[in-house]
């Protein structure tokens, strides 16, 4: 069971699931203090702190009036849950010193990469993230912001919007020698990697997008739309799946498979993610036969039903999730 010693100290925001199986960083921090008062914030400042007071009894964690029964709080090495109902992470924060002014100038207008990503860090405050691996560049923007005596990479918006989601935190551990050296959530893990110094960047370049980026800020209620919440399209989907999904022979083509994907506010489409289990909920591949079918039905025909207009003010995106029931390679049900 959990212990008031084991909470007590700052804890670093990783993410939080505004819905099952979809993240959401989460640049916040929490401050337990032993005097049982307690300070939740933002990372970069952007909105005031909250302070208020908590308590652990008998494992029933409580943040303001707010109270989390035993089981709706865990601790897991260094990373902390809170809640079922968009269940928040933290990790525990651990303060490198370091001075604002030299790490700033080392980082600025300069491009620094790993195997994977290259993140350019213009002297204007744009940021660019470019995957070597896909060749997709997105545009933000960059700051750098303070937590007690330690330094995190802000990284945030686009090109429109300079106030729209954030990208996981890092915090700047070491930079020296060509290297720069972070800690944060990489989507599926704490990691620390090292980002060489790829280039100096020359004052009139351009951070241009490539390929898809989203427009709006992750926690907007608007982008958590599902089907559940329009069941006027419940027949129709049912009709669509009907007419266009031909059922693939053979035994064993059972269980659940899962299709989401991201539609941007200017309708271009992210890469479509796929999970399948078996009737006994272990992660399992599906016939080729079926994906083919069910990702060509849910591109074209089903997303288009709930991506939001175009005109509504402001642009939104949309993540949009469907899971297919299957018995034998037939289509049974579908949520």
């Not at 008031?4 to 804890?11: C, E, P, S, V």
């Not at 960083?25 to 208020?52: N, R």
């Amino acid at each position: 069971m959990l212990t008031h010693k084991q909470l007590i100290g700052t804890w670093i925001g990783v993410h939080t699931e505004p819905d099952l199986g979809a993240f959401c960083p989460l640049p916040a921090y929490l401050h337990l203090s032993a005097d049982s008062t307690c300070q939740l914030g933002m990372v970069d400042e952007s909105e005031p702190p909250v302070t208020t007071t908590w308590a652990l009894q008998r494992g029933t964690l409580r943040l303001d009036t707010v109270h989390y029964a035993p089981g709706l709080v865990t601790l897991t090495g260094d990373l902390l849950r809170i809640g079922v109902q968009k269940p928040m992470t933290f990790r525990r924060f651990q303060n490198v010193p370091l001075d604002s002014f030299s790490t700033q100038k080392a980082l600025s207008g300069r491009a620094w990469q790993t195997d994977s990503l290259v993140v350019h860090l213009h002297v204007n405050g744009r940021a660019c993230l470019e995957h070597r691996t896909t060749g997709q560049r997105t545009v933000h923007n960059w700051s750098m912001a303070r937590q007690q005596q330690s330094l995190f990479l802000i990284i945030r918006g686009n090109a429109v919007n300079p106030k729209g989601s954030y990208t996981p935190l890092w915090q700047v551990i070491n930079v020296g020698n060509g290297q720069l050296r972070l800690t944060g959530w990489d989507g599926h893990t704490l990691v620390t990697p090292v980002f060489r110094l790829g280039r100096v960047l020359s004052a009139t370049e351009a951070c241009l997008p490539v390929g898809f980026q989203t427009c709006d800020y992750c926690f907007s209620t608007r982008r958590w739309t599902t089907v559940t919440d329009l069941p006027s399209k419940h027949d129709t989907i049912a009709q669509i799946l009907k007419q266009h999904y031909q059922p693939v022979g053979g035994m064993g083509q059972s269980g659940l498979l899962r299709l989401k994907c991201t539609v941007s506010c200017g309708g271009e489409y992210s890469l479509v993610t796929v999970y399948g289990v078996d009737e006994e909920y272990q992660e399992r591949a599906f016939a080729p036969a079926i994906i083919r079918q069910l990702l060509a039905i849910f591109r074209e025909r089903l997303a288009p039903l709930v991506v939001p207009p175009a005109t509504e003010s402001p642009p939104v995106d949309a993540d949009i999730q469907l899971t297919f029931r299957l018995k034998d390679g037939a289509l049974t049900d579908f949520f």
